[in-house]
């Protein structure tokens, strides 16, 4: 959730806007297993020699073309000394889940390991992992990257090129080619499709997309099936529930919020956020398509939202279902498991009497049937010890096992795997699974290039402005497109990636 894209970026060279202050009460999560180690020994000396000399390639990294050093096919002998393995990632249910799966897990098979997953404020996630990168020296093993982030990453040279390891340890048939190019393949497809011709920086960690949430007392069990039937029930909804919002979504001015919504819906109703071939961005976003989706956002759904909620995002939306305050609604299915949590929950003391009131469906359709990727990938960052880097592609190899996968499916995590993704493990785990399974082949993308984190801030500022009445939605739209196409000019690249 994202996901989420759930899917953040900002840019390292400016400072970071703070997160919105959260509204309501807080959602809390289930804690799941604890943490286990054991002690072992160190890595050969042949073993660092070769992981430090891919490590030394990473100082260089250019800004046309990608230089990531390479990781070596075969994972290097693993030290049996203790080693901690360092993740980082944004605060949200999902890192939590990963690290206490991951130490139940792995140290099954690595009991000297010990996983930890860092995190920071979502808003703080891009500045985070780039300043260290920027300066060529980690305290991070593997890095959590949003899709859009990987160009950034590559072009500087601050991940591993895994395309080898890929090719003699990841059975590549087992994931839908649009998740393993989604979270690994740089440059992108315009389809989304995996181009077997190109490099692969990263393998799928989490899968997600928005699911829509909606009160099955009081809209009805069916869900709307169109964008524009989901807002007259929703307006209808709140007509007749005094205090109650029609609609709760994102639209804050930080991390990605605001942007995913309006792209989002810029997708249903048919329209594109650029020409990848062209960088093409002005005549495109704000073109007759975009326009159309701007106005519904601003002047249709907006309007059904509560009081204050111009800052609201994954917190605050789920803090509304929550507290029975909101009719429809709209966030990413990775942070939507504490919804079923009767302790956080208004509409039940069950589990069971909670999912009497709240159904979770696909996104309605309209034009098209476009839904927001997110989720993220795993990668190797550059600067890691040898032994680390080492232990992180074994961990990689590890995880992306099918029973590993469907595990991790169980415990709440969201797989990529094809097999994983139709099994009983990930289908029954939550009611929202299905939405995610559902939505695969819907997905689309941002913008997959290295400029990513300077356009995703122009949208959300812009669109935030619009949703919060400081501009006028046309003069909104017409400012993103100008925006962000002097970006691209300013870059001089030619073609990109994202759909």
């Known amino acids: 959730m994202p996901e989420p894209s759930n899917r953040s970026a900002k840019h390292a060279a400016r400072l970071q806007k703070s997160t919105p202050q959260k509204a309501g ?98 808003a703080n996630w891009h500045d985070a992992m780039f300043t260290q990168f920027a300066a060529r020296k980690t305290d991070f093993d593997i890095p959590i990257l949003d899709s859009q982030h990987i160009g950034e990453a590559v072009t500087n040279g601050n991940i591993l090129d895994i395309t080898d390891f890929v090719k003699k340890n990841i059975d590549v048939s087992a994931y839908n080619p649009y998740l393993l190019a989604a979270y690994g393949q740089y440059p992108q497809a315009e389809t989304g499709q995996r181009d077997e011709n190109a490099s692969l920086y990263g393998l799928p960690l989490l899968g997600d997309t928005w699911t829509m949430i909606y009160r099955k007392d009081l809209i009805g069990d069916k869900p709307p099936q169109t964008w524009d039937e989901m807002i007259a029930a929703a307006e209808k909804c709140q007509a007749d529930n005094p205090g109650v919002s029609g609609l709760a979504f994102h639209q804050a001015n930080g991390s990605d919020a605001a942007a995913v919504t309006y792209n989002t819906v810029n997708g249903v109703y048919g329209g594109k956020l650029w020409d990848s071939k062209t960088r093409k961005i002005e005549g495109v976003i704000n073109d007759a398509a975009g326009q159309e989706a701007m106005d519904v956002l601003v002047n249709k759904m907006k309007p059904l939202t509560a009081a204050g909620s111009g800052n609201w995002f994954i917190d605050e939306v789920n803090a509304a279902v929550a507290q029975g305050k909101a009719c429809i609604a709209f966030n990413w299915i990775a942070a939507s498991g504490g919804l079923l949590d009767p302790k956080e929950s208004t509409l039940g003391t069950t589990r069971e009497e909670i999912l009497e009131k709240l159904g979770f469906a696909t996104l309605p359709k309209q034009k098209t049937d476009l839904v927001p990727l997110g989720g993220m990938g795993m990668h190797v960052s550059a600067y890691s010890s040898a032994e680390k880097q080492a232990e992180a592609l074994n961990f990689m190899k590890w995880f992306e096992q099918a029973d590993i996968q469907k595990k991790w499916a169980a415990a709440g995590g969201v797989p990529s795997r094809t097999d994983a993704l139709a099994s009983p493990e990930f289908l029954n785990a939550g009611p929202f699974n299905q939405v995610y399974a559902d939505s695969v082949t819907r997905m689309r993308d941002m913008w997959n290039v290295p400029e990513y984190a300077r356009l995703i801030d122009i949208e959300n500022t812009n669109v935030n402005a619009a949703l919060n009445g400081a501009k006028n939605p046309k003069e909104a739209l017409d400012d993103i497109a100008k925006e962000q196409q002097g970006v691209l000019d300013s870059a001089g690249r030619k073609g990109g990636g994202g759909l």
């Open 25 to 122: 009460k807080k959602m809390r999560y289930p804690k799941r297993v604890g943490r286990l180690s054991v002690p072992g020994r160190k890595v050969r000396l042949a073993t660092a020699a070769m992981l430090a000399a891919t490590t030394v390639a990473a100082c260089g990294g250019g800004q046309d073309e990608a230089s990531a050093p390479k990781a070596p096919a075969d994972i290097p002998e693993l030290t049996k000394d203790p080693l901690t393995l360092s993740f980082i990632w944004f605060e949200w249910p999902p890192a939590k889940a990963l690290e206490d799966f991951a130490n139940a897990e792995y140290t099954k098979e690595r009991s000297n390991v010990t996983i930890k997953v860092n995190t920071v404020p979502n």
